[in-house]
């Protein structure tokens, strides 16, 4: 095996041959716009909104310009408004607390524990203290909590949820598709998620009222009876002309490129639990670094991975990950005081009024991420695990 990885982290595949020939299609016809379509013809949005319903087994589903979009339109759907406070996770990507806050609502951190997912009794104490009544659920990283422990917990208090589901598209709880949960739904296409059109996202919900809001809200004008996912028309008596136009539509050139993937979804999740599951074994048994057990009744996918050094020295952490980025291994580290790339966490996002999570921030400091794209071989994941182990070792006898 050799000293140095030389594959890229941030290479992922390139789109399906299938989806490229549809894009081709829409780019010959020009009817990009998600509601230019000729007699009789649904669009490639429309459809995949059906397929994505069907795959998900919500009854409705709109596709939107951006994961985060997404978040933000389910919020707005469920009647979030300015100052209103919201619940969400100290651990997760900053588009998750940016959404809230283009709303002008106030996020509201729950702390994290060490599987990574949400602390419920955290979480009991915020739905106590705050004001909340919508928990913005983020799978970071894919790792989903005790779900029907959760939905006890917001359903005895009256909260909504919305799960943002970006890192667990195919992903399920005890059987149940994530997103499948909360009242609303979020997912990302963004070219790191599980499916990729460079920039999209997907809302599900089984609910009339709020579907027919959220597609007025993404722009449908009155053009709604053309989303064949959607609610009938009479959910949008009442509302139409009290919901803004916040434009966000998908439009059929992303969406064409889209629909083959999610028919390769199951595959590709397979591909990339066989390379997590090589990391994962690789790793496990390092002195000082924990890994995090996934329960059995967690389908996950293995699109990323992360461990934990808990309780390291700074200067021992920065020592792993130069020693790894020098031989080709990239880690990011959650718990760097400036925040980097795409890693930043709650006390980073200052527009939030300042909390406090000292458990969580012992394990945020701690914790390490890779990226596990299916351009890698299984080769490649076990030489990136050995290097790992290798310099974690190293680092950690000094
Ligand atoms: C990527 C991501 C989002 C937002 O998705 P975009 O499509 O990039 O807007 C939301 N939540 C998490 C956890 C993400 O990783």
Same mark, same amino acid.
């Given at each position: ?5 030389t ?48 795959m ?34 100290a ?20 702390g994290v ?30 790792? =989903? $909590? &005790?779900?029907? #422990? *959760? !939905?006890?917990?917001c359903?005895?208090? %009256? ?6 589901c970006? @890192? ?21 296409t ?13 809302? =599900? $919900? &089984?609910?009339? #009222? *709020? !579907?027919a809001?959220?597609?007025?809200? %993404? ?7 053309r @989303?064949?996912?959607g ?7 009442d ?26 979804? &199951? ?18 048994g ?19 991975i992360q461990?934990?050094?808990?309780d ?14 020098a ?5 990011k580290?959650?718990?760097?005081d ?8 709650y006390?980073s996002?200052?527009?939030a ?5 000292p ?35 190293v680092?950690?006898?000094?």
């Amino acid at each position: 095996m050799t000293d140095k990885f030389t594959g890229s982290f941030t290479q992922q595949e390139p789109i399906p041959e299938d989806g490229i020939q549809a894009a081709l299609k829409v780019l010959r016809h020009g009817r990009l716009h998600r509601y230019n379509v000729a007699e009789g013809e649904a669009g490639e949005t429309a459809l995949l909104e059906c397929e994505f319903a069907a795959m998900t087994g919500a009854k409705y589903a709109l596709a939107v310009a951006s994961g985060g979009y997404a978040i933000a339109c389910a919020l707005r759907a469920v009647g979030v408004v300015c100052a209103d406070e919201v619940l969400s996770n100290a651990f997760t990507l900053a588009p998750v607390p940016g959404a809230i806050a283009s709303l002008g609502a106030v996020p509201v951190f729950v702390g994290v524990d060490h599987s990574l997912t949400i602390d419920l009794s955290d979480l009991k104490d915020k739905i106590k203290t705050s004001k909340a009544r919508v928990l913005l659920l983020s799978h970071m990283r894919g790792h =989903i $909590c &005790d779900m029907d #422990a *959760l !939905m006890e917990i917001c359903d005895a208090a %009256s909260v909504l949820v919305i799960e943002d589901c970006a @890192h667990t598209m195919g992903a399920r709880w005890n059987g149940v598709v994530s997103g499948r949960h909360g009242v609303m739904a979020a997912y990302s296409t963004q070219t790191y998620k599980h499916m990729n059109s460079g920039e999209g996202g997907l809302l =599900i $919900c &089984d609910d009339a #009222a *709020l !579907m027919a809001r959220a597609v007025m809200l %993404s722009g449908s004008y009155m053009l709604y009876d053309r @989303h064949l996912a959607g609610p009938p028309a009479e959910a949008y008596t009442d509302l139409r002309y009290d919901v803004p136009n916040i434009s966000g539509r998908m439009d059929n050139l992303r969406a064409a490129i889209l629909r083959p993937q999610l028919k390769a979804l &199951d595959q590709q999740i397979s591909a990339w639990n066989a390379r997590y599951r090589i990391v994962e074994s690789g790793l496990r048994g390092t002195a000082g670094l924990t890994l995090i057990e996934r329960p059995d009744v967690e389908k996950f996918v293995g699109s990323s991975i992360q461990f934990l050094l808990l309780d390291w020295q700074t200067g021992k952490i920065e020592d792993v990950l130069q020693r790894c980025r020098a031989r080709g291994v990239e880690l990011k580290w959650f718990g760097r005081d400036e925040p980097s790339g795409f890693t930043s966490r709650y006390d980073s996002w200052r527009y939030a009024p300042a909390q406090s999570l000292p458990q969580s921030d012992r394990v945020l400091k701690s914790i390490l991420d890779m990226r596990l794209p299916l351009t890698f071989t299984l080769e490649d994941c076990a030489q990136i695990a050995a290097i790992i182990r290798n310099e974690v070792g190293v680092v950690y006898q000094t």
